[in-house]
Nanobody, 118 residues
């Protein structure tokens, strides 16, 4: 599967952004999609994931109740709606994919920068 992320930008604290990840290739019920982020000087971290069919959404505590991951199978796209953004959310955001039972996150999109100013 090939992934292309978009939607990053600059926003003030308290604002919102929506990231998109367009997928091409084998998309099926055993595909899981994830959003990672990497802040300067920090390791890349998984913040949200979802099954391609839209179930099994999970979130890191740092974004729970503020971010929502969703999938639109008709558009072959996964979204990350980010609300109530904080300066700590500033990072490069990546979408990734894995197939159930076939190892870890093997497929990556390019990063998109999100900058939140206070």
């Amino acid at each position: 599967v090939q992934l292309q992320a978009s939607g990053g930008g600059s926003v003030q604290a308290g604002g919102s952004l929506r990231l998109s990840c367009a997928a091409a290739g084998r998309t099926s019920g055993d595909l899981f999609m994830g959003w990672f982020r990497q802040a300067p000087g920090k390791e890349r971290e998984l913040i949200a994931s979802i099954n391609w069919s839209g179930g099994s959404a999970s979130y890191d505590d740092s974004v729970k109740a503020r971010f929502t991951i969703s999938s639109d199978n008709a558009k072959n796209t996964v979204y990350l709606q980010m609300n109530s953004l904080k300066s700590d959310d500033t990072a490069v955001y990546y979408c990734a994919a894995r197939y159930a039972g076939l190892g870890g996150w093997r497929y990556w999109g390019q990063g998109t920068q999100v900058t939140v100013s206070s």
